[in-house]
């Protein structure tokens, strides 16, 4: 599995995202609640482009008339059709074995710590200051 | 991982998308911004729209409908850069659908302003106007993939019989639209002047689905929720569908070209079987008929394809485009609105060459004269 440091967590401000292309794939990083979410950027149903999609709350109703809102900002909503993903890997609400967005783990690391691993990146500045985004493909 | 993105196009769907270009039926242009509309709006109508905007026919005035599921019903992807709503900037439009998708036409299918759902019928006549004159200026003149329709709500039949003659002589519009939720059910005698003036010139006839009529869109009343106003479009679709057929529209208009435009196509064959069995039986309460409502649905209607029906079992879809017939359906994309079908994707069941050719292309060439 290849690791790849994509962006300074600094880049993507909360609540944002940002697109990256790692390895001929477009993949997209959401900054949720202070975490780091990567997914595809393509919609399983037509593609439309996720770093479009709303992130809303996940709403459940245990009975009728009663409606409880959790999750919040950790949910995609589809830009075209709507369809609902789960950020953490990508598992639609609706349909969850059959109809997934592909994710990926993603870590951050303080510069310091990647300075000192394999992993330096080559084409980004490193300052020991900062942490960085790495997503694993 | 899921099967559906897994599933790549057929790779002889892919060597024939280059070969075949698209006619999207359903392209949505959005008005900038109202003053758009003024070289088109005589003072008194300008006048009127700044100061009292739309009346329409909903069941509480000055509510819109908006957002439906997403702001202006619109892709979230699709809003420009430059500002102004979906479907308002040409060059937008042109990068994010009609380029990318090899678009060959787009015919114009334009909801602003609630064009047929005006209840002062004047205004809406004027509105009407012009929008015609600016679907030619602000789209058709600058890109000629884009195809106009002649906007003309047959509530006020004489404005309309009027407007036709005036887009007519113009000669660049490809169809003639009137409203699905009018008064009346569309096959009543008080429309057949404009169904005989479309027969005529051979225009087709559009039906687009939408606005605000006087009626409950459903038969059981107003729908509590937007996903069950969404579904009651089919219904709407099948009561028009059996007034025109039943009414004797095609049999009174054999040459009448007839086009259902976004209501989808999986309610089409249970609603025929159900009209010929029961014309089957009550055939002498409509005698104007001469042949079963079946025949007349296979020769006189056709029906683009957005928003398509996707079943769990893909082989249903397949069965449905057989039943309904591939000559009877238009590719239409619905661009830019929440629920656009992707050419490339959305039908989820593979199709022949030939019925390609004639769902996305060769049907609607030789509907619409292009």
Sequence with gaps: ?137 | MSDVIDRPILAEEEAAKSRLRIIDCDVHPSIHAHTDLDQFLPKRWQQHLRTYGSHLRTPYIGTTPYPRSSPLIARRDAWPPTGGPPGSDLDFMRKQHLDPLDVEYGILQVLDLFIFSQQNLEFGAAIQRAINDWQLAFWSDRDPRLKASILAGQDDTQFAIAEIERCAKIGRYVQINVCPRANEPLGRRRYWPIYARAQELGLPLGIHVGGYGGHAPTGGGWPSYYVEEHQSNAHTMAAQLTSLVLEGVPERFPDLKIVFIEGGFGWIPSATWRMDRHFDAFRSEVPHLKRRPSEYVKQHFWFTTQPIDEPDEAKHLRSLIEWVGADRLLFSSDYPHWDFDDPRFAFKTPLTEAERRKIFNGNARALYKL
Excluded at chain 1, 40 to 51: S, Y
Excluded at chain 1, 102 to 129: D, I, M, N, W
């Design chain 1, 1 to 137: 599995m290849a690791r790849h440091i994509v962006a300074r967590t600094s880049d993507i401000p909360p609540g944002g995202n940002k697109v990256f292309g790692v390895d001929g794939r477009d993949i997209v990083v959401f900054h949720v609640n202070g975490e780091f979410f990567a997914l595809l950027n393509r919609c399983p149903h037509e593609g439309a482009p996720l770093e479009k999609a709303a992130c809303v709350a996940r709403l459940t109703s245990p009975e009728p008339g009663i409606y409880q809102r959790s999750r919040v900002g950790e949910l995609l909503r589809c830009p075209w059709h709507g369809w609902e993903f789960d950020m953490r890997n990508g598992q639609s609400f609706f349909d969850p074995k059959r109809v997934k967005v592909r994710s990926y783990p993603v870590a951050v690391e303080s510069g310091e710590e990647l300075q000192k691993g394999p992993y330096v990146a080559e084409t980004f500045p490193v300052h020991v200051e900062d942490s960085y985004v790495i997503i694993e493909t």
